[in-house]
T-cell receptor, first 112, second 110 residues
Framework: DQQVKQNSPSLSVQEGRISILNCDYTNSMFDYFLWYKKYPAEGPTFLISISSIKDKNEDGRFTVFLNKSAKHLSLHIVPSQPGDSAVYFCAARASDNNDMRFGAGTRLTVKP | SQTIHQWPATLVQPVGSPLSLECTVEGTSNPNLYWYRQAAGRGLQLLFYSVGIGQISSEVPQNLSASRPQDRQFILSSKKLLLSDSGFYLC?????????FGEGSRLTVL
């Protein structure tokens, strides 16, 4: 079963604009959420995370928002840059579990 | 600092042949280790994870197996590959809340 879902397989944004990537989860035991960025033929790299005790975490151009009641999180990139073009994976884990569940990914293309 | 390496980076194997992918972590001890697979057009599927030497948890029944013969070594194996085993295999480690991935191994089964 897919406990973490990214329903948009792709997103295209103009350089300088905001990119918003969305993620939904079903497991209410998840209490830590992460975003990873992946270039072709490389391993994913950790981008930003948020604990369930918060509803927002910001790191430079990247902000993650968490809506626990809706079981939804989003990643905002402002302003978007061509170098941000990659596949973005949403991930979630529960404190009492050793595994991490990933969404299917969203391919972001930032056009110059 | 901690580093993770996996090899080979690219592998082309015939159906029915064996497989061995190796992953090594440096700069840490007693990490949790993971094998994920990214099939074409799909997300990251957790295959195995290990919390210690000889301790393997399997997420998906299939013809793959994993072993952890040493604290910082994680091996993914198969006795007979299937066409459906093709994909991008990723090793990862953690000691906290974030996973850190290796460079990945591209497996093509023909």
């Amino acid at each position: 079963d897919q406990q973490v879902k990214q329903n948009s397989p792709s997103l295209s944004v103009q350089e300088g604009r905001i990119s918003i990537l969305n993620c939904d989860y079903t497991n209410s035991m998840f209490d830590y959420f992460l975003w990873y960025k992946k270039y072709p033929a490389e391993g994913p790299t950790f981008l930003i995370s948020i604990s369930s005790i918060k509803d927002k975490n910001e790191d430079g151009r990247f902000t993650v928002f968490l809506n626990k009641s809706a079981k939804h999180l989003s990643l905002h990139i402002v302003p978007s840059q061509p170098g941000d073009s990659a596949v973005y994976f949403c991930a979630a884990r529960a404190s009492d579990n050793n595994d991490m569940r990933f969404g299917a990914g969203t391919r972001l293309t930032v056009k110059p | 600092s901690q580093t993770i390496h996996q090899w080979p980076a690219t592998l082309v194997q015939p159906v029915g042949s064996p497989l061995s992918l190796e992953c090594t972590v440096e700069g840490t001890s007693n990490p949790n280790l993971y094998w994920y697979r990214q099939a074409a057009g799909r997300g990251l599927q957790l295959l195995f994870y290990s919390v210690g030497i000889g301790q393997i948890s399997s997420e998906v029944p299939q013809n793959l197996s994993a072993s952890r013969p040493q604290d910082r070594q994680f091996i993914l194996s198969s006795k007979k590959l299937l066409l459906s085993d093709s994909g991008f295999y990723l090793c990862a480690w953690t000691q906290g809340r974030e996973l850190f991935f290796g460079e990945g191994s591209r497996l093509t089964v023909l």
